[in-house]
């Protein structure tokens, strides 16, 4: 698997975003990558993770998946605030610092893409799904391909959440989101 990709900078002038063009040309202050084979045996994927905002606790974290021949196979947004969990509220409250929640932040970021978050085969040929919190049309397509990709993330203190690639409706999809 590639390296992954951290960069760290902190804006310097406010801005407004606009649009989704505004959007692309502004430099991201969190910024991680991770080319993998995800939708295709053949070519990688880019999964990037851009933190956009003056600070790291109010940026507005953009995740999304390009192919290789740049069509965005999924794309979500959520606030850079939803990747502090219980590793840094599970010990003293009180002790928690600006300082500390933005130092988590950019650990959370730098491992966001790490290889124990992929999971091959997506599903395993043996395991049982829960109907209430799988998503079961993309399961049932996945179990029968063990060439399948998933990728697991976590957002706030306990939103599990995996995805992967339905080559059926040629786009990642989420294959669970639960508490």
Excluded: C
């Excluded at 053949?42 to 933190?51: P, V």
């Excluded at 978050?117 to 049982?128: G, L, M, R």
């Excluded at 799904?129 to 799988?134: K, N, P, Q, R």
């Excluded at 706030?156 to 409706?169: D, L, W």
């Amino acid at each position: 698997m590639k390296l992954l990709m951290l960069i760290l900078t902190f804006a310097t002038s406010p801005f407004q975003l606009e649009s989704s063009k505004e959007v692309a040309s502004v430099r991201p202050i969190l910024y991680a990558e991770r080319r993998i084979h995800f939708s295709s045996g053949s070519s990688e994927d880019l999964f990037t993770l851009k933190g956009l905002g003056q600070d790291t606790l109010g940026a507005k974290m953009l995740f999304a998946i390009i192919s290789s021949r740049g069509d965005t196979l999924f794309a979500e947004s959520f606030l850079s605030r939803d990747l502090i969990g219980f590793g840094v509220l599970a010990n003293d409250n009180s002790n928690v610092t600006r300082a500390k929640e933005r130092s988590y932040i950019g650990q959370r970021v730098l491992h966001f893409f790490d290889d124990k978050e992929f999971e091959s085969p997506a599903v395993k040929k043996n395991e049982k799904a829960d109907s209430d919190l799988i998503n079961m049309r993309l399961w049932n397509e996945l179990r029968k391909d063990t060439s399948a990709v998933s990728f697991h993330f976590l957002l706030g203190e306990e939103n599990n959440r995996a995805i992967a690639y339905s080559k059926v409706r040629k786009r990642a999809e989420i294959l669970h989101s639960y508490d």
